[in-house]
């Protein structure tokens, strides 16, 4: 049997897989810390992971404070790409890097189809 990081590695190549314009991605806890990633060799999953669960965290309390309701997603729109978090559950975030030119709806519509799927993995 499969442990419960594989089956999440394997959601996460599906995704890109299915999403041409999706580069990288990984799923992070709230602490910080790396669940599973389909990242670059190139790329420090240590620190990705961190900015990412300061990320989501941050935009959940802006998202609070400025009385915007639940916060949906984090969106960081670069000069060379893009990248998105949403939250998977209460103790996860899934990071996405995409191409600059990426269909966001796209992109937003396979993430939260992942986000399902990994919730009930997690």
């Known amino acids: ?3 419960r990081t594989e089956m999440m590695v394997d959601r996460l190549r599906d995704l890109q897989a299915g999403t041409p314009d999706i580069e990288a991605s ?7 810390l790396i669940m599973a990633s389909s990242l670059p060799a190139d790329v420090d999953e240590d620190r ?10 941050l935009g959940d309390r802006i998202s609070s404070e400025l009385r915007r309701g639940t916060l949906k997603r984090v969106f960081i729109d670069g000069s ?3 990248i998105v978090l949403m939250a998977v559950g209460e ?11 990426a269909k966001l709806g796209l992109i937003f519509l396979d993430m939260s189809r992942a986000v399902e799927d990994l919730t009930r993995l997690l």
């Open 91 to 101: 103790d996860a975030v899934l990071t996405v890097l995409a191409r600059a030119q």
């Open 1 to 3: 049997m499969r442990s």
């Open 48 to 57: 990705i992971s961190a900015m990412s669960a300061a990320m989501l965290s």
């Open 26 to 32: 990984a799923v992070v806890s709230v602490d910080g």
């Open 80 to 82: 060379d790409g893009i």
